[in-house]
């Protein structure tokens, strides 16, 4: 977004500098901003974990994104790295051991941000890391969301008002992404297993996420709650997997729950006549607060 001089003007003057705003550059905009944000305590959030003994690679070109999640991880005990493009990254990810990477697509090169994915990915799969890959970028493009998924990242953060809190929830929270970037999956408590997905359409997916669901029931797990928030294609021909994993949760005792769905999805389980059977919430935490409820 471009600002006018009255906006640069008034960045400066919020962050109590003197400022020819004629001859003013991106980093003297970035540098006002963290004074801003330094005033008004941008990261008091409450925290109760600690995260201490990881460390983190944050790679951005930004000051202002360097200095937010420097910040962030510091509240948390991670000790951070910096790189401000793709070559240093490269260099400081052969240089240490991290526990995860912080990427930001818009590097002075925009396709090195898809590349640096790539040649992350390539080497935790030779067992050289075994950080996860959080992409944080302000775009909410799904094209480019999927794509960066389909990499073999752990999570993408959109710059939306609550960024900073998903990040820490993604940190603080035990979750694991199936060998083939399928899906992720999260224990919410030693009866219930949460899936998370991109994409819903894709039979690979299916058999991928029965094959897990059947392997957790026989290991004890009997609830299941799927997070469709995201999923945003879904060919109703698919509504079969619903009846499934429906049929597996509750032969074992236990239930299925939907997350978010689309109306695309609610429209596919009316048909197969499953609306109303198959409850559908907001959130994990409501999930987990109707299964206490059911089992009394």
């Known amino acids: 977004m471009e600002l006018s001089k009255e906006q640069i003007k008034k960045i400066f003057e919020l962050a109590d500098k003197t400022q020819d705003i004629n001859e003013v550059t991106e980093t003297d905009i970035s540098r006002a901003l963290i004074e801003i944000e330094r005033k008004l305590n941008f990261f008091n959030v409450d925290v109760n974990f600690k995260a201490e003994h990881k460390n983190a690679l944050i790679v951005d070109d930004l000051e202002l994104s360097l200095y937010q999640l420097n910040q962030l991880m510091k509240k948390v005990g991670v000790r951070t790295f910096v790189a401000r493009n793709k070559e240093d990254a490269k260099a400081e990810i052969l240089r240490h051991s991290f526990d995860y990477l912080f990427l930001d697509l818009f590097l002075p090169d925009f396709e090195d941000g898809f590349s640096l994915i790539k040649e992350a990915v390539e080497l935790k799969k030779r067992g050289n890391q075994h950080y996860k890959i959080i992409v944080i970028s302000g775009s909410d493009d799904k094209t480019m969301i999927d794509k960066c998924y389909e990499l073999g990242i752990d999570n993408y953060v959109t710059k939306s008002e609550n960024w900073h809190t998903d990040i ?94 689309s109306e695309k999805i609610q429209n596919a389980l009316a048909s197969a006549f499953l609306e109303g059977v198959i409850p559908v919430l907001n959130s994990n935490e409501k999930a987990l607060e109707y299964i206490s409820k059911i089992n009394g």
Do not use: M, W
């Open 168 to 261: 820490l929830k993604f940190i603080n929270t035990p979750a694991t992404q199936n060998e083939n970037g399928l899906f992720q999956k999260e224990i919410l408590n030693d009866k219930t297993i949460s899936y998370t997905f991109r994409r819903f359409n894709d039979k690979k997916i299916f058999d991928s996420l029965l094959a897990d669901i059947n392997s957790a029931v026989l290991e004890g797990t009997v609830n299941v709650t799927l997070n469709l928030e995201k999923a945003v294609v879904f060919d109703p021909d698919n509504t079969y997997i619903f009846a499934e994993i429906y049929k597996t949760c509750t032969n074992a005792g236990g239930l299925l729950l939907l997350i978010h769905p």
